[in-house]
């Protein structure tokens, strides 16, 4: 079992397959100007599976696919598949803006896809456009029903920022009335592309975010939060889906954090807020064997922040980079 130096099993690993995304959401890329990373660059389908592989041999049984939106990469289907035949990873998970997503879902059932997480942060489709850029609410739609549909665990992401959709909680929560869904309100962070800056203002925290359903639904209850949950999980009495907010800028969390991150040209993360982190694609273009590559892992697991604010403390830049080229 992979552990890092504060005694904490690692077992999950957040794998970012591309930095390319169809949509331009305000708070993870900005609207223009972004470069994007030529293909040689990124992570080769062949490299990810020998990650996996190495990595499940070492304790982690479970993926989740990210991105930048992971259906923009060619050939997504045919690399879920090939995880799928590892029988040490038990949960395959997948986050997607569902703007492609729909056409794909029966085969992701087929696959035995463990869940899926959709981003969406408005039901308005003029607040939609304005939060990502682009008019594509009725194809995310089309996901979620799809989703359903095929019984497919499904979680809503949403992003809450003040003054530009904290007036669309209430019915991101109403969602939940009649779906089987789970609502999770994440505060946001500044992996915009650009950073916090010198705004005045903080983000919403989830303290906030709780207010405001209260005022609506003030018998809401929290329930027990499964081990390494990164989300404070609360019900509604009456309503199918459930409700939950991810303290990600207050970083809650830190103390039960099990994942590991790989980002699309193969940096390793051991934590969200790190700056920088060897680089796996170029240890492996250089021939490395895969036990250099577990001692590679374990060593660098042993130099891991004990939490996001050390982790930031230990940057040598502010935080700017895009959510899109970190994994989110
Ligand atoms: N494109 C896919 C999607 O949007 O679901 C996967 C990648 S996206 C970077 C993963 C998650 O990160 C999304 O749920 C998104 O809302 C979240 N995210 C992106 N930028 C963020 C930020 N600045 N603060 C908080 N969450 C952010
Ligand atoms: Fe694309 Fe996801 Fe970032 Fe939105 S949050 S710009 S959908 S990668």
Known sequence: M??????RPINYLRLAVTDRCNLRCFYCMPHEGIDFLPKNHLLSYE???????????????????????????????????KI?????????????????????????????????????????????MQMTRRDELPNVLKTLDALLEHEIPT???TVVMAQKN???ILSMVDLGKDKPVSI??????PFNGVGFGNEKSKPLTYQNIIEKIRTKYPDLYKTTDEANSTSYNYQIPGHKGSVGVIAAFSRTFCGTCNR??????????????????ANVRDLMRKGISDDDLKDFFRETLQHRAKDGFEAEKMRKT???ESMTTIGG
């Open 84 to 128: 799928s035949e590892n029988k040490n990873i038990q949960k395959i998970n997948l986050t997607t803006n569902g703007v492609l997503t729909a056409p794909f879902v029966p085969e992701l059932k087929a696959l035995g896809i463990a869940s899926v997480n959709l981003s969406l942060d408005s039901l308005d489709r003029e607040r939609f």
């Open 47 to 81: 490299e990810m599976i020998r990650l996996i592989t190495v990595l499940s041999e070492m304790g982690v049984n479970k993926v989740r696919i990210t991105g930048g939106e992971p259906f923009v990469r060619k050939d997504l289907m045919d690399f879920l598949w």
């Open 318 to 320: 502010v935080v700017r």
């Open 166 to 168: 904290d007036e669309d």
């Open 260 to 277: 590991i991150r790989i980002t699309p040209t193969g940096s390793f993360k051991t934590c969200l807020y790190e700056d920088g982190g």
């Open 155 to 157: 979680k809503i992401n």
């Open 184 to 189: 999770r309100f994440i505060e946001e962070m």
């Open 2 to 7: 992979l552990t890092d130096n504060h005694g």
